[in-house]
């Protein structure tokens, strides 16, 4: 048996190189991951390296901002719209008038608990408490002072001075307290206690700084906002001069008075209507150019006439009167004149009002009063020392209100007339 023969295997070149190609495939393919490797190692310590280096780096300090910079900025508020310009109106001021102001009592009553001296005491603010508000609220007070002042005893006529008035220097307080801005002098009681009466009664008015008026005297005042008042001031006899005074309104009017005022002492004791020579005087002074006319002594109210336009306010009565603890007409009243203004500086009467008051707050006891004096029965102890000196408005439509505008209007009824003071004279023996 024969043994056959082994074929042998032989490897071609073509296979050869397909083995040569695959290795240096392998091998390049090693080298390009090897580079990959490589490169994503370098990246990754320089990233841990840049981490380190933020940690060892020092922690910066906070940056603190000021209230301003931290808080936010403010939306800005719009402009508003402007307002129109008001158009310029007129101006209208107040000028008040009242009666006689008599600041004491008479020697002889001085020391009584209820007279005048005691019972304001040094509370100079007492007997204007109810009424201040009208003189210091308007632009200028005028009143009819009527008694002296002095710190020494004096002397006067007792054969001629019925009712003599020396009051404490200090009472001119109560004038400056009530807001009164011009008082008269020119009245029957200037020269009580003669000259030597007039000239310190002068000095206390002078060092207080209260303007004051005598006898056929002419002059201007000027107002807090600029009112050229020109004042002239009669009567010392009751009658006052109707030339001097007709050239005295004149002369206020070409020194530049805007509203010349004549202030009067005049008439008779409680009558209720002027007298011939009353109404003459102011007709005339009214024609010669006279804005306002004002009157004191009657110790009552009298009708209120308007003259070719011009007011005439012929008695205001009693104010503040230390005269008598029971004044025999109760009524007063505040008058307060309307002054206009205009754009081109024209200044012009406007018209007036009334505020009728009592001359004590104890209105019950002035309507007992009143009511005696009209003939009604009335018990004494009703009105007795009625007038505490703190003069007081009556209430609107009340009793005493209707029957003060009575007197001012000219329909009060008088069931008697003028002063009797025999009773009073009688009590001296």
């Not at 994503?40 to 390296?49: N, S, V």
């Not at 006067?156 to 001119?172: E, M």
């Not at 009243?333 to 500086?345: C, E, H, N, S, Y």
Request: some cysteine; proline content about 7%; charged content about 20%.
């Amino acid at each position: 048996m024969k043994r056959k023969k082994r074929k042998k295997n032989r490897i071609g070149f073509g296979t050869i190189l397909l083995y040569v190609l695959e290795s240096v495939m392998l091998v390049i393919i090693g080298l390009m991951l090897l580079l990959v490797f490589r490169a994503r190692g370098k990246q990754a310590e320089e990233t841990a390296a840049y981490f380190r280096s933020l940690d060892a780096a020092p922690t910066p300090a906070p940056v603190l901002l000021s209230a301003a910079e931290s808080t936010p900025s403010p939306v800005p508020t719009p402009e508003p719209t402007p307002e129109p310009t008001p158009e310029p109106e007129p101006e209208f001021f107040k000028l008040s008038f009242i009666g006689d102001n008599t600041l004491w009592a008479t020697s002889q009553f001085v020391f009584n608990p209820i007279a005048l001296p005691l019972t304001v005491g040094d509370d100079y603010a007492y007997p204007y408490q109810n009424t201040v508000s009208y003189f210091t609220e308007d632009e200028y007070t005028l009143a009819n002072l009527e008694c002296s002042f002095s710190d020494e005893k004096l002397a006067y006529d007792y054969t001629v001075v019925q009712f003599p008035f020396l009051a404490d220097p200090a009472y001119v307080n109560i004038l400056l307290d009530g807001g009164v801005d011009f008082v008269t002098m020119a009245n029957n009681h200037t020269k009580d206690f003669f000259d030597t009466g007039v000239e310190h009664t002068q000095r206390v008015l002078d060092e207080a700084g209260l303007p004051y008026g005598y006898e056929n005297q002419g002059q201007i005042m000027t107002t807090k906002n600029g009112l050229k008042l020109g004042i002239w001031t009669a009567g010392n006899d009751l009658l006052p001069s109707k030339d001097k005074a007709v050239q005295g309104v004149k002369d206020l009017r070409d020194q530049g008075a805007d509203i010349v005022i004549c202030m009067f002492h005049w008439g008779q004791e409680l009558y209720y209507s002027p007298n011939d020579n009353q109404t003459a005087l102011a007709h005339a002074v009214a024609d010669a150019g006279a804005d306002i006319i004002y009157g004191t002594h009657p110790h009552c109210l009298q009708p209120i006439e308007v003259y070719n336009g011009v007011p005439i306010f012929y008695s205001l009565g009693n104010w503040v009167f230390g005269g008598n603890t029971q004044p025999s007409d109760p009524d007063t009243a505040i008058i307060q004149v309307t002054i206009k203004r205009d754009l081109d500086g024209t200044i012009s009467y406007e018209g007036f009002d009334c505020i009728p008051c009592c001359v004590s707050s104890n209105i019950s006891g002035g309507n007992a009063m009143a009511n005696y004096k009209a003939g009604k029965n009335v018990d004494y102890n009703a009105y007795a020392n009625y007038n505490n000196y703190c003069p007081t408005p009556y209430e609107e439509d009340s009793e005493g209100y209707e029957r003060a505008m009575s007197k001012l209007t000219g329909s009060f009824q008088a069931r008697s007339q003028g002063a009797d003071y025999s009773a009073y004279y009688a009590s001296w023996g």
